[in-house]
Nanobody, 121 residues
C-alpha cells in the first residue's frame, strides 16, 4: 500500500517562502514520476511541478522561476520549494505519484491528503 504524506503548508505573507515535503512509504524510484498539484476553491486541480524517476522536471508556467521540485531518495521524500509567493498561490497542495507511463502528465495513481497553503496580501 502506497502512502504519501504532505507537510509544510501554512500561512505566509506575499513574497514569502515555504517548503513542502512529501514523504512516501518506500522507495520513490518505483514511481515513474512524482508531482505536486494544487486546487484552489472553485478551480480545477492543476499540476504545479513534477519530477520523473530520471530526474527530469516540469513546471507550470505560474511556477517557473519561483518553485523548485527536488527529492531526497535516502528519505523517500520529494520537496517543493516555493519562493516569492503570491495570494493566487493559495490552494491545497497535493503530492501524487504515478507508476506507469513516461513523462509527468497524468494519470497519477496515488495521492496524499493535501496540505493547505495560504498566502496573505
Amino acid at each position: 500500500q502506497v502512502q504519501l504524506v504532505e507537510s509544510g503548508g501554512g500561512l505566509v505573507q506575499a513574497g514569502g517562502s515555504l517548503r513542502l515535503s512529501c514523504a512516501a512509504s518506500g522507495n520513490i524510484f518505483r514511481f515513474t514520476a512524482m508531482g505536486w498539484h494544487r486546487q484552489a476553491p472553485g478551480k480545477q486541480r492543476e499540476l504545479v511541478a513534477a519530477i520523473t524517476s530520471g530526474g527530469g522536471t516540469n513546471y507550470a508556467g505560474s511556477a517557473k522561476g519561483r518553485f523548485t521540485i527536488s527529492r531526497d531518495p535516502a528519505k523517500n521524500t520529494v520537496y517543493l520549494e516555493m519562493n516569492s509567493l503570491k495570494p493566487e498561490d493559495t490552494a491545497v497542495y497535493y503530492c501524487a505519484a504515478k507508476t506507469a507511463g513516461w513523462g509527468t502528465t497524468g494519470p497519477y495513481d496515488y495521492w496524499g491528503r493535501g496540505t493547505q497553503v495560504t498566502v496573505s496580501s
